[in-house]
């Protein structure tokens, strides 16, 4: 918007109404254009999985980004809300944040990649995702979890049924979904 600082006349719609200003304040952090790269980054990475043919192979370590988004979740109250906002959700269709894409391209790994599931078996890995089910319940946290452990023929113990239990305790009410997932796990 460029003005003369001497003219005389006001700078507002009054008195030229071609003149309009819109300011959109928000409590969301300005992570847009970051938000939307991660986005297509996961998305990207989720096709390659599942065109297969162990593509992988050259990624190093890529589970362990889809994973590194995933502990935003655990992050302040502000960031987690801006990196859950999608401004092009309408009330007919859900969101896609960066967890979903996370999510997305984890479940696909998962059913892609088998020889890959020990990963998110192991007690620290699985201990973060149970607990990332409560933090974000429109995240399908609890669809990967089916996803890592159907045929999977891994041997279980007690502790690892405890976690299940409570993480069915923990969303039988708030989140049937999450609670149906865990036992089909």
């Given at each position: 918007?460029?003005?003369?600082?001497?003219?005389p006349?006001?700078?507002?719609?009054?008195?030229?109404?071609?003149?309009?200003?819109?300011?959109?304040?928000?409590?969301?952090?300005?992570?847009?254009?970051?938000?939307?790269?991660?986005?297509?980054?996961?998305?990207?990475?989720?096709?390659?999985?599942?065109?297969?043919?162990?593509?992988?192979?050259?990624?190093?370590?890529?589970?362990?980004v889809?994973?590194?988004?995933?502990?935003?979740?655990?992050?302040?109250?502000?960031?987690?809300?801006?990196?859950?906002?999608?401004?092009?959700?309408?009330?007919?269709?859900?969101?896609?944040?960066?967890?979903?894409?996370?999510?997305?391209?984890?479940?696909?790994?998962?059913?892609?990649?088998?020889?890959?599931?020990?990963?998110?078996?192991?007690?620290?890995?699985?201990?973060?995702?149970?607990?990332?089910?409560?933090?974000?319940?429109?995240?399908?946290?609890?669809?990967?979890?089916?996803?890592?452990?159907?045929?999977?023929?891994?041997?279980?113990?007690?502790?690892?049924?405890?976690?299940?239990?409570?993480?069915?305790?923990?969303?039988?009410?708030?989140?049937?979904?999450s609670?149906?997932?865990?036992?089909?796990?």
């Amino acid at each position: 918007i460029c003005y003369n600082v001497e003219d005389p006349q006001n700078f507002s719609a009054e008195y030229d109404k071609k003149i309009t200003v819109r300011l959109k304040l928000t409590q969301h952090l300005p992570l847009l254009g970051p938000k939307n790269q991660l986005i297509k980054m996961l998305s990207h990475f989720a096709a390659v999985t599942e065109q297969g043919d162990g593509h992988l192979i050259h990624y190093k370590k890529l589970e362990l980004v889809g994973l590194r988004v995933l502990q935003f979740l655990k992050s302040s109250e502000r960031l987690r809300n801006t990196l859950l906002h999608d401004s092009r959700a309408t009330e007919d269709s859900e969101g896609y944040t960066v967890f979903h894409a996370a999510v997305d391209f984890l479940m696909s790994f998962c059913e892609c990649e088998p020889h890959y599931r020990d990963f998110f078996v192991k007690k620290e890995v699985f201990e973060f995702l149970v607990s990332c089910i409560a933090l974000a319940e429109q995240v399908p946290i609890s669809q990967m979890l089916v996803s890592v452990f159907k045929n999977n023929n891994m041997r279980i113990n007690l502790q690892f049924v405890d976690e299940l239990v409570k993480a069915i305790e923990d969303n039988f009410s708030k989140n049937q979904q999450s609670a149906l997932n865990a036992m089909l796990v």
